[in-house]
T-cell receptor, first 114, second 113 residues
Framework: GESVGLHLPTLSVQEGDNSIINCAYS??????FIWYKQESGKGPQFIID?????DKRQGQRVTVLLNKTVKHLSLQIAATQPGDSAVYFC?????????????FGSGTRLSIRP | DSGVTQTPKHLITATGQRVTLRCSPR?????VYWYQQSLDQGLQFLIQ???????AKGNILERFSAQQFPDLHSELNLSSLELGDSALYFC????????????FGSGTRLTVV
């Protein structure tokens, strides 16, 4: 099915360290990318987004980097905390106008070591 | 609370049966999307509606159908259920049918026995 690819299925990080989650996408025409966090039994929660005319965007403790040349997206989480444990999905907007849809990658599970 | 309401939260049914999942979008949103998430998998896009009309379709089985009503709520109908249909089904809504402002509900967990 349609999907955005991910480099690693799991990531274990020491509490307080920075986390970097990577993602590759295939559709060079995509103009909008989003990172979602999903905790067990809950719906995906928006973290941060970036449009294709940008290469970096920062939020609170999170940064998204976009490299259109190699079609690569990354999510950086600063000072990782236990509450950051979740599955992280990169997603890509495909379509146009009112017929757009968000296509998700397979996810990276982030676990935090105390 | 995201503002997107899905009912029921849990559903257990037998193979061969038919179920209906319901989604009420966030107030003011015109578009509704349905996704399926099997155990430890990503979210697979099923179908999108915008202001009552189907606008985009993913890998939705012929046994599945959906509609969006004049009050903008949507229903996903799953028929002739199989064990493999057991999954979390999420609904999302957005204001104008673009990818911006997407908000997800908390999902319906369907178990087929």
């Amino acid at each position: 099915g349609e999907s955005v690819g991910l480099h690693l299925p799991t990531l274990s990080v020491q509490e307080g360290d920075n986390s970097i989650i990577n993602c590759a996408y295939s559709n060079s025409a995509s103009d909008y990318f989003i990172w979602y966090k999903q905790e067990s039994g809950k719906g995906p929660q928006f973290i941060i987004d970036i449009r294709s005319n940008m290469d970096k965007r920062q939020g609170q403790r999170v940064t998204v980097l976009l490299n259109k040349t190699v079609k690569h997206l990354s999510l950086q989480i600063a000072a990782t905390q236990p509450g950051d444990s979740a599955v992280y999905f990169c997603a890509e907007n495909r379509g146009y106008s009112s017929a757009s849809k968000i296509i998700f990658g397979s996810g990276t599970r982030l676990s935090i070591r105390p | 609370d995201s503002g997107v309401t899905q009912t029921p939260k849990h559903l257990i049914t037998a193979t061969g049966q038919r179920v209906t999942l319901r989604c009420s979008p966030r107030s003011g949103d015109l578009s509704v999307y349905w996704y399926q998430q099997s155990l430890d998998q990503g979210l697979q896009f099923l179908i999108q509606y915008y202001n009552g009309e189907e606008r985009a379709k993913g890998n939705i089985l012929e046994r599945f159908s959906a509609q969006q009503f004049p009050d903008l709520h949507s229903e996903l109908n799953l028929s002739s259920l199989e064990l493999g249909d057991s999954a979390l089904y999420f609904c999302a809504s957005s204001p104008q049918g673009s990818g911006y402002g997407y908000t997800f509900g908390s999902g319906t967990r369907l178990t087929v026995v």
